[in-house]
């Protein structure tokens, strides 16, 4: 599996737009990036996934450029239940490794 | 999307018992289910994967005996954590797997935090 690298942690206000990169330098060709979000005592929830270029859903959009060693998800207008640990994963599978997230806090 | 249940969601035991917890895929059928732990600001470690009718298998590190899980049908499987130490406490999330696909068709029920005393 890829190994992914986050920042730890990121802040923001209500109403902005929050942008979390992921690195993936090791991806390989049959990858996919999927993204999870994970509020405190609660299991992970599925955000959004793709293969490349850009994607984008009710919730957020994910962005893949073209080498693919990289990707953003961005949360258009975050408010303060946004608040949670967003984890980037890489890999073919249905096997997922968790790496460390990104714990965004959005602050009023 | 898909439903995955726990219980209990909270579970508080003596050292050297034995707890189980169940996770259901309430509104359809799982093949393949996972076994997280969670320790505090930590993130999620899969410990094993449960394959209905078939042994459970276990990442590095994990001890079998210690930790059994059964999958005797498409939408339960239980983890039961024997002889549990307080070094066992930890929050447990299960997921399921929706048939064969993409990553995306995976839902993870809500947890359940077990305190061992």
């Known amino acids: 599996l890829a190994k992914t690298t986050q920042p730890i942690s990121m802040d923001s206000y209500e109403g902005q737009e929050v942008n979390i990169t992921c690195s993936h330098n090791n991806i390989a060709t049959n990858d996919y990036i999927t993204w999870y979000q994970q509020f405190p005592s609660q299991g992970p929830r599925f955000i959004i996934q793709g293969y490349k270029t850009k994607v984008t859903n009710e919730v957020a959009s994910l962005f893949i450029p073209a080498d693919r060693k990289s990707s953003t998800l961005s949360l258009p207008r975050v408010s303060l239940s946004d608040t949670a640990v967003y984890y980037c994963l890489v890999g073919d599978d249905y096997k997922l490794s968790f790496g460390a997230g990104t714990t965004v806090t959005v602050r009023a | 999307g898909a439903v995955v249940s726990q219980h209990p969601s909270r579970v508080i035991c003596k050292s050297g018992t034995s707890v189980k917890i169940e996770c259901r895929s309430l509104?359809?059928?799982?093949?393949?289910m996972f076994w997280y732990r969670q320790f505090p600001k930590k993130s999620l470690m899969l410990m094993a994967t449960s394959n209905e009718g078939s042994k459970a298998t276990y990442e590095q590190g994990v001890e079998k005996d210690k930790f059994l899980i059964n999958h005797a049908s498409l939408t339960l499987s239980t983890l039961t954590v024997t002889s549990a130490h307080p070094e066992d406490s930890s929050f447990y999330i299960c997921?399921?797997?929706?048939?064969?696909?993409?990553?995306?068709?995976?839902?993870f029920g809500p947890g359940t935090r077990l305190t061992v005393l």
């Open positions: 997921s399921a797997r929706l048939g064969a696909g993409s990553i995306d068709e995976q839902f």
């Open positions: 509104d359809f059928q799982a093949t393949t």
